[in-house]
C-alpha cells in the first residue's frame, strides 16, 4: 500500500513569501501519477498541478510542482491573500488505486 | 460548463441506508471513469469508490468494501452510490470527481453531507 505523508502539517507565511510544500511516499510513485490539490474551506478541492509538474487549467504559473520517485514537491513562488489553503497531495496506481496525504494547511502569519 | 451536481445526503441511523446520486453536465459522461471521495469532518480526503465509464469495472477502499456499491446510468448521466450499514465513521462529506487525464480527478462537485447519528 502506497502511503503519502506530507511536511509540515502546518506552514504559516506572509504574502509576498515562497512557499515549499513536501510529499513523501513510502514506495516508488510513477511521476505520470502524483498530483496536487487545494482545498479552500467549505469548498471541493481543486485540482492544481498533475504528473507531478505540469500545470491544470488556469493554475497561474506562481504554482510550480517538481519531483520524481518518493519525493514531491509543491512550490508557491510569491503568496497572493487567495493562496491560504489546504493542499492536498495524490497518486494513483495500486491499491488503494487513489491515495491522498494528509494535507498541508498553507496559514497566514 | 462541465459540472457534477450531488445529491441525497443526510441524517441517518447507525444500519441505515442512503443512496447518493452524481449528476453530470457539460462533458460525455459515458467516456469518463468516475469515483466518490469522502472527507469527514475536519479531517483529510479518502478515496472510497472507482468505476469506469461502461460500469464494467469497479473497486472500493478496503475501508467500504461489502458495504458500498457504485453504479452509473449513462443515459441519464448519472452516478450513484448504494451505502447500507451505515456507522458513525461514514460521516463525511461526500464527493464525486470525474477521473482525467492521467488518471487525475479534474472536475468536483460541491459534495453531499451524510451524517449517521443515534
Known amino acids: 500500500e502506497i502511503v503519502l505523508t506530507q511536511s509540515p502539517d ?76 489546504v493542499y492536498y497531495c495524490q497518486q494513483y496506481g495500486s491499491s488503494p488505486i487513489y491515495s491522498f496525504g494528509q494535507g498541508t494547511k498553507l496559514e497566514i502569519k | 460548463q462541465v459540472q457534477l451536481v450531488e445529491s441525497g445526503g443526510g441524517l441517518v441511523k ?14 460525455t459522461f459515458s467516456d469518463s471513469y468516475m469515483t466518490w471521495i469522502r472527507q469527514g469532518p475536519g479531517k483529510g480526503l479518502e478515496w472510497i469508490s472507482y468505476i469506469s465509464g461502461s460500469s464494467t469495472y469497479t473497486r472500493y477502499a478496503d475501508s467500504v468494501k461489502g458495504r458500498f456499491t457504485v453504479s452509473r446510468d449513462n443515459s441519464k448521466n448519472s452516478l450513484y452510490l448504494q451505502i447500507n450499514s451505515l456507522r458513525a465513521e461514514d460521516t463525511a462529506m461526500y464527493y464525486c470527481a470525474r477521473v482525467g487525464l492521467w488518471f487525475v480527478l479534474d472536475v468536483w462537485g460541491q459534495g453531499t453531507t451524510v451524517t449517521v447519528s443515534s
Do not use: H, M
Not at chain 1, 20 to 27: D, E, F, K, V, Y
Not at chain 1, 44 to 60: D, E, Q, W
Not at chain 2, 14 to 27: D, I, V, W
Open chain 2, 14 to 27: 447507525p444500519g441505515g441506508s442512503l443512496r447518493l446520486s452524481c449528476a453530470a453536465s457539460g462533458f
Open chain 1, 10 to 85: 502546518i506552514l504559516s507565511l506572509s504574502p509576498g513569501e515562497r512557499a515549499t510544500l513536501s510529499c513523501r511516499a513510502n514506495q516508488n510513485v510513477s511521476s505520470s501519477y502524483l498530483a496536487w490539490y487545494q482545498q479552500k474551506g467549505g469548498q471541493a478541492p481543486r485540482l492544481l498541478i498533475y504528473s507531478a509538474s505540469s500545470r491544470a487549467t488556469g493554475i497561474p504559473d506562481r504554482f510550480s510542482g517538481s519531483g520524481s520517485g518518493t519525493e514531491f514537491t509543491l512550490t508557491i513562488s510569491r503568496l497572493e491573500p487567495e493562496d491560504f489553503a
